[in-house]
Structures are given as C-alpha cells and as structure tokens.
C-alpha cells in the first residue's frame, strides 16, 4: 500500500516559478519511480515528467528546459521545480509512482494556476 501527499500548487503570474513536492509512505513496497502528471479539463492525464531509482529522467517536450523533477536520497520524495511558467502549464498536477510490482499510484492533485 502506497500513501501519496502533494503540497506547492498555487496561482503565479505567467513568467515565474512553484515547486511541488510529493511525500510516498509506502508499506510492504519498493518504489521504481516517481513523477508527475497533469490533467486539463475535457484532456486526458498527461506525463509532465518522471525521474526512476537510477535518477533517470523523462519529461514533456512542452517542460523541457523549464521544469526539473528531481528526489530525496531515500527515493520517497519527488519534487518538481517548475519555472518560466506559462498559462498552458494550468492545471491539476498529480503525483505518481510506481511500485516494484509494476502498481502505480496517484496522489490527490494539487492545482496549479497560470492566469493569461
């Protein structure tokens, strides 16, 4: 069983920056991965970006150079450092992982708001 809690959404002004950040209590699991996904009204959930144990990284054309996903030492923490925001990067941001039975979870989505 994997809890997720995500915390740093908010509204900012086109240009500037957040920071989400997500905490996974995992009981009885290992986690692969971690990373974040968002969802616009009427669009399906789509990958924002992802980062593994290895600390590899993938990440949206549309984020690249912009945003930077990142973890703690122990790996149940993901981070993502959003910058130069623009209003197409509205939306509800949910955290994920990925257990090392190939489950994933999701967190609650915090929002996140770029006014244009």
């Known amino acids: 069983q994997v809890r997720l809690v995500e915390s740093g959404g908010g509204e900012v002004q086109a240009g500037g920056s957040l920071r989400l950040s997500c905490a996974a209590s995992?009981?009885?699991?290992?986690?692969?991965?971690m990373g974040w996904y968002r969802q616009t009204p009427g669009k399906q959930r789509s990958l924002v970006a992802t980062?593994?144990?290895?600390?590899?990284?993938d990440y949206d054309d549309s984020v690249k150079g912009r945003f930077t996903v990142s973890r703690n030492k122990v790996g149940n923490t993901v981070y993502l450092q959003m910058n130069s925001l623009k209003p197409e990067d509205t939306g509800v941001y949910y955290c994920?992982?990925?257990?090392?039975?190939?489950?994933?979870?999701w967190g609650q989505g915090t929002q996140v708001t770029v006014p244009s």
């Open positions: 994920y992982c990925r257990t090392h039975l190939q489950r994933d979870y």
């Open positions: 995992a009981i009885g699991s290992a986690i692969v991965a």
């Open positions: 980062i593994n144990i290895a600390k590899d990284t």
